[in-house]
């Protein structure tokens, strides 16, 4: 498999012969207003650029996953610039409607055991924060891959360390787990994904898996860069389990 960064949580998963687009933030640098309540309101988002042009990353898409309908995981760019026959992927019908709505014709609700061209994907809980924030948040979801082919992976979407990443772990022991790190806060409210702390319980509870760490520096409440969590993998001596791509970069697994 291989696994490239967009921006943000937009990634390209190319897994058993099969391209699929995670989450598409499309727009360009500065085209949306600051999330409010929350630092670097003098910053239009995206913070960044795209890495590659949009015609790039949507070029020969088998397929479109939306873990949830925050603007920074499916925003106006992505649902002009992409086509509208495209197989698309969403948590529940009532998110699946929406996207309807914008006219896509080909959109199905993940399940648990969705099969889609001989690949198992697996819908998966998450939490978008903890306590009272939760209300406003709004429910969310993973995805597991899987295929005799290729390794287990586990995409956690927007969502912090509690027992149903857990619970995820234990069911599908992923060999490959993407997770959203940039521990993105409002002024009130903790924690909207995970943080370094949530990172290290994961790697603990994964020891063996690879972690890369998406989500960062990208939308105006991230808190968590690159550099310090790679400081911190150094510190906990799990910096070889823990990798922190830049926009653009891809590994191959």
Not at 86 to 100: C, G, H, M, P, S
């Amino acid at each position: 498999m291989n696994i490239q960064l967009i921006r943000n949580a937009t990634i390209v998963v190319e897994y058993a012969g099969k391209k699929f687009l995670i989450d598409p933030y499309l727009g360009g640098k500065g085209a949306y207003a600051p999330l409010p309540n929350s630092p670097r309101q003098d910053q239009n988002n995206p913070l960044v650029a795209l890495p590659v042009s949009v015609e790039e990353i949507v070029q020969d898409v088998d397929a479109v996953i939306v873990t949830h309908l925050h603007p920074d995981h499916w925003d106006e760019a992505a649902v002009e610039r992409l086509p509208k026959g495209i197989k698309l992927f969403t948590q529940n019908e009532e998110d699946a409607k929406e996207v309807r709505n914008n006219d896509f014709q080909n959109v199905e609700v993940l399940r648990e055991d969705t099969v889609f061209k001989g690949i198992q994907l697996s819908k998966t809980k998450g939490e978008h924060g903890r306590g009272e924030i939760l209300k406003l948040s709004g429910l969310v979801c993973g995805i597991v891959f899987k295929h005799s082919s290729e390794k287990t992976l586990y995409i956690a979407g927007d969502t912090v360390w509690y027992e149903g990443v857990q619970e995820a772990i234990d069911t599908h022991n992923p060999d490959i787990i993407v997770v959203n790190g940039g521990d993105n806060q409002f002024y009130e409210g903790g924690s909207l994904v995970m943080g370094k702390e949530d990172i290290y319980e994961l790697h603990k509870a994964a020891p063996n898996a690879q972690i890369v760490s998406v989500h960062m520096e990208a939308v105006n409440h991230w808190t968590l860069s690159r550099e310090e969590l790679k400081n911190f993998a150094e510190e906990k001596g799990i910096a070889s389990n823990i990798l922190v791509p830049d926009d653009g970069e891809d590994y191959t697994f």
